[in-house]
T-cell receptor, first 118, second 115 residues
Framework: ETGVTQTPRHLVMGMTNKKSLKCEQH?????MYWYKQSAKKPLELMFVYNFKEQTENNSVPSRFSPECPNSSHLFLHLHTLQPEDSALYLC?????????????????FGSGTRLTVV | KNQVEQSPQSLIILEGKNCTLQ??????????LRWYKQDTGRGPVSLTI?????NTKSNGRYTATLDADTKQSSLHITASQLSDSASYICVVSVNYGGATNKLIFGTGTLLAVQP
């Protein structure tokens, strides 16, 4: 285990369902991230949280709704998804440097949630 | 446009053989470059990190090189093992000033090591 835990590992949901992905880290990091990984595409940054405040939303559709109750936990709430949203969703955490999320010190990734929308 | 391109897209080698993966980037201003290994069904794990002034870094059987002039990096795997089968992702960090950094990801090279 890397220190970043994601649940569930696999999720199959219908387009009308509502589900949530969970990410938890106890590495003392203050920045947390959601990434989408689709086949043959680079990782796509979705959201960035720094000290539980959202600092970046990369034009993500509103059917994805993040929540960060504290620096150790991050959720991604899903509703009315489309089949093209099927992907591996990765959570990562990093240190914060100079008040900003600093991935220069290295990300720690979770194992991801494999999401299939049917 | 900041971009990271990797080649080959996929590679099959026999156990015990060596291989080299390539990464070309058009990223500015450059901060550092990392190689990640991603096993199937897992998140990426960092193998090496290199800054502008470093041109080689080793981690066991993995050796990364960086040519900041030509904006190229390579990852050399020596005496490959079955457990090396994974996707290898090149990631370049852009520094926009101060503490603000962005990561630019390559699409990865999928390596299969066969017995």
């Amino acid at each position: 285990e890397t220190g970043v835990t994601q649940t569930p590992r696999h999720l199959v949901m219908g387009m009308t369902n509502k589900k949530s992905l969970k990410c938890e880290q106890h590495l003392g990091h203050n920045a947390m991230y959601w990434y989408k990984q689709s086949a043959k595409k680079p990782l796509e940054l979705m959201f960035v949280y720094n000290f539980k405040e959202q600092t970046e939303n990369n034009s993500v559709p509103s059917r994805f709704s993040p929540e960060c109750p504290n620096s150790s936990h991050l959720f991604l709430h899903l509703h009315t998804l489309q089949p093209e949203d099927s992907a591996l969703y990765l959570c990562a955490s990093s240190r914060t440097g100079g008040g900003e999320p600093d991935p220069n010190y290295g990300y720690t990734f979770g194992s991801g949630t494999r999401l299939t929308v049917v | 446009k900041n971009q990271v391109e990797q080649s080959p897209q996929s590679l099959i080698i026999l156990e015990g053989k060596n291989c080299t993966l390539q990464c070309n980037y058009t990223v500015s201003p450059f901060s550092n470059l990392r190689w990640y290994k991603q096993d199937t069904g897992r998140g990426p794990v960092s193998l090496t990190i290199m800054t502008f002034s470093e041109n080689t870094k080793s981690n066991g059987r993995y050796t990364a090189t960086l040519d900041a002039d030509t904006k190229q990096s390579s990852l050399h795997i020596t005496a490959s093992q079955l457990s090396d089968s994974a996707s290898y992702i090149c990631v370049v960090s852009v520094n926009y000033g101060g503490a603000t950094n962005k990561l630019i990801f390559g699409t990865g090279t999928l390596l299969a090591v066969q017995p």
